[in-house]
């Protein structure tokens, strides 16, 4: 049964590497030659390297880039820092009538929602104020705008928003059935808040842009969660607006105003390269992150970077860092945890993150490309369909995990491995898997344990160990 499942898991994998050939020493690591797959596993503590395989190869990381871009914020702003959207008044309140100008000013917050701008509404009320003798602009100079986060990625669609220093509902706005970018984030916020400010009784003018620095005194506020609050949604959502205006404030905490979102990645990228220093095999050679989200195929790194990145950010957080990547694992299993974060674009997969078998910590990241195919995509080829190939990095990427679980698997514990996803921990041992409700029928294919209805239980025992009843209760692995 088990052969028959790898020669499956090997037979799909195959597509992953139709075209290339063996890298050598030679060549450098984009060449056409190079494998389309590389994977890394290292000890957390030490860095000593478990397991890889093409390492130190280049890859389109995709949203992996929002690893680096987690460890920038949480540095340079701090785990606690919190934005605030402000509304500042100049003049006086009399009778009800600011004597002036209002002011929405915004702070790059890339989690300020329609509730919050209605909170501000009720905060400006309570402060008196029923109408705006003078001007009422908004200010979104905290950031530089951005019409979208990548030019050459589809327009118009919700991964790719534009940036701005005032943002709301993640600068979305919802048109015939469905959600689309705003073209003017922070005309769009002032208008919500025209909008929400009348419903209260509160006459202000037509939002304009305010063209220098907002001066004032403060009237109303809102706070953001805190940052680390901010990251942990960022990476479980993979939310590209969070991850670019996270990244660039950020780096303006260092003192330089970023002028673009490739600017500021490539201040996070020399950032990364300098707190890490040197990290063995080909070091930091071709890294390059062209925005803070991943929305881009113009972004390089290799397996090695990536855990390297991940390592630092353990050592220098711990849980606190690890914590925010998505675990992919049983509810209250002990036996090992898995928790990471997925990167995906059409002929782009890759998965990087912690792994914790028995007390041993490990940091991983497993990439696979099809270059060819993906620039194939950009340009327009129409018919090109990623699917089988994704099917098969998936089933290649759960194939190295598996097997990195099984051996490094404790040896004065029983030899059962209960699985989230099938075959992601397919011990070599030849599981055998049962229905426990008819245990007459046996599942000769591990995967249905992935497309069985959540709740039934399914018995997985390995060698002579006794089985032990597992019950699917998580989502599957992405």
């Given at each position: 049964?088990?052969r ?8 799909l994998s195959?597509?992953?590497f ?12 984009e060449?056409?030659?190079a ?13 000593h ?39 500042l ?26 509730r ?12 008196g104020?029923?109408?705006?003798s003078?001007?009422f ?14 030019a050459?990625q589809?327009?118009?669609q ?12 993640l ?5 015939n ?8 984030p922070g005309?769009?916020a ?31 506020a ?7 609050t ?11 607006l ?36 040197a990290?063995?095999?080909?070091g930091w ?26 390592r ?6 711990g ?15 002990q036996?090992y ?48 369909s ?5 099917t ?7 194939k ?63 060698l ?15």
């Open positions: 049964m088990i028959r499942l790898l020669k499956r898991v090997a037979a195959c597509v992953i139709i075209g290339s050939g063996t890298h050598t020493s030679a060549a450098p690591p060449t056409r030659s494998p389309s797959y590389g994977y890394i596993l290292m000890d957390a503590a030490t860095g390297v478990i397991s890889h395989e093409n390492a130190d190869n280049l890859f389109i990381p995709a949203s992996l880039s929002k690893i680096p871009t987690t460890l920038m914020a949480l540095s340079n702003l701090g785990a606690e820092r919190r934005f605030r959207t402000r509304l008044a100049e003049g006086t309140v009399i009778n009800g009538v600011l004597q002036g100008n209002l002011h929405l000013v915004g702070s790059g917050d890339p989690s300020l929602k329609e919050d701008v209605i909170e501000l509404v009720a905060k400006l009320s309570a402060a104020v029923h109408r705006v003078g001007r602009t908004y200010d979104t100079s905290a950031l530089p705008r951005s019409a979208s986060i990548d050459a589809p327009a118009g919700a991964y790719n928003p534009p940036v701005s220093g005032l943002n709301v509902d600068n979305l706005s919802g048109k059935g469905r959600s689309g970018p705003a073209r003017e005309r769009r002032g208008r919500m808040l025209r909008y929400f400010a009348h419903g209260q009784g509160i006459t202000l003018p037509e939002p304009t842009r305010l063209r220098r620095a907002a001066t004032g005194y403060e009237i109303a809102h706070t953001s969660a805190p940052v680390a901010l990251a942990a949604e960022m990476m479980d959502l993979s939310t590209n969070a991850a670019e205006s996270l990244g660039m404030l950020s780096v303006a905490s260092m003192g330089t105003q970023p002028k673009s979102l490739s600017g500021a990645a490539k201040a996070t990228a020399a950032w990364v390269k300098a707190e890490a220093g990290i063995g095999g080909a050679r071709g890294f390059r992150m062209a925005n803070h989200s991943g929305l881009s195929t113009k972004s390089r790194a290799t397996p090695r970077q990536i855990a390297s990145i991940l630092l950010g353990y050592q220098r957080f849980r606190n860092f690890s914590d925010l990547h998505s675990a992919n694992q049983p509810v209250g299993f036996a945890t898995l928790r990471g974060k997925f990167g995906t674009m059409r002929f782009v997969r890759g998965y990087a993150g912690f792994l914790t078998v028995g007390n041993k910590e490990m940091v991983f990241a497993i990439m696979a490309n099809d270059r060819r195919r993906r620039a194939l995509a950009d340009a327009g080829t129409t018919g090109l990623s699917q089988s190939w994704m098969a990095a998936r089933k290649l990427e759960q190295v995990l598996g097997d990195w679980i099984t051996g490094l698997w404790p040896s004065d514990r029983p030899a059962t491995i209960l699985t989230a996803s099938a075959p992601a921990a397919i011990p070599a041992e030849a599981p055998v898997f049962e229905n426990a409700v008819n245990p007459a029928k046996t599942i000769l294919d591990a995967w249905d344990i992935a497309r069985s209805e959540p709740e039934q239980p399914v018995r997985v025992s390995v002579s160990a006794k089985p032990a009843l597992y019950v699917r209760t998580t989502r599957l692995v992405k």
